[in-house]
């Protein structure tokens, strides 16, 4: 009797002493801290951004181009043009002149149907050919840049992407090659004081499709108020100026006018 006594009083005991040791634990655990909720997220990267883009602050130029300094971001070029919003208007471009056997023909098309538009281009081709640039501007043109040498300016480190864009054409408008942008980019150019400018319509003359697809993606895609892009340079833009004249001739008919943007030149 007495030995199932001691053994009742063992395990007695064990049981107070697992009891006890979960108590512990369970109040241990209550009092452990909870993480404080987040106030933030971090954006995913951009979708054409590299793996290999710097993630810090772009790097300081080369010293042999001494850091320019952030300028007044430029307003919208189209905006301010058209004081009446019904008034029937395309804004026509050109990228990657200035070349000096399309350039000047595509002038003699628009300077035909009264028309101005708006050239982006490269600082190699402004430097190859000098005197191009003043003569788009004394035919009542505009002029924006369209970077140095047309590299993807997501793929690039964050030097040359400044430098593309500080030193390129001087102008309040730039358009990056291929239309490639993310926030870096755009931060450039606003510091850079210009203002992004793509497009609306892009009917494909670089690919030299044919002159009626050309005009026929024009006149089935172009609405009021539209940025159309077009070429004069990058190869045999004779089928540009083709399209071109016929485009111009079946949008007036249509009560349009055609105007550069206000890129203004520093």
Request: positive net charge; aromatic residues 6%; charged residues 20%.
């Amino acid at each position: 009797m007495s030995r199932k006594f001691a053994a009742f009083i063992a395990t007695g005991v064990a049981l107070v002493v697992v009891a006890g040791a979960l108590l512990v634990l369970a109040l241990g655990h209550e009092r452990q801290p909870h993480p404080a909720a987040a106030t933030t997220q971090t954006s995913p990267p951009p979708n054409n951004a590299p793996a290999s883009e710097p993630s810090g602050q772009p790097t300081q130029t080369p010293s042999s181009n001494p850091p320019a300094t952030p300028g007044k971001p430029a307003a919208d070029p189209t905006a301010g043009l058209v004081k009446d919003k019904t008034k029937k208007v395309l804004f026509f471009s050109f990228d990657d002149g200035p070349d000096p056997y399309w350039t000047p023909k595509i002038l003699q098309v628009l300077a035909k149907h009264n028309a101005h538009a708006t050239f982006f281009q490269l600082g190699k081709m402004e430097a190859e050919h000098p005197g191009l640039r003043e003569q788009v501007l004394a035919s009542g043109n505009a002029i924006g840049s369209h970077s140095i040498s047309h590299p993807q300016l997501t793929a690039i480190s964050a030097a040359e992407r400044h430098r593309q864009i500080f030193d390129g054409p001087k102008s309040t408008c730039f358009r990056p090659p291929y239309g490639a942008s993310n926030p870096k980019v755009r931060a450039d150019i606003k510091a850079a004081g210009m203002v992004e400018v793509l497009w609306d319509v892009d009917p494909r003359d670089w690919a030299r499709p044919g002159v009626n697809a050309i005009v026929q993606n024009i006149m089935n895609n172009a609405r009021n108020h539209n940025i159309i892009l077009m070429h004069d340079g990058g190869g045999d833009r004779g089928q540009t100026v083709a399209a071109l004249d016929k485009a111009l001739t079946l949008l007036a008919a249509k009560g349009y006018s055609f105007l550069a943007m206000d890129c203004k030149q520093p």
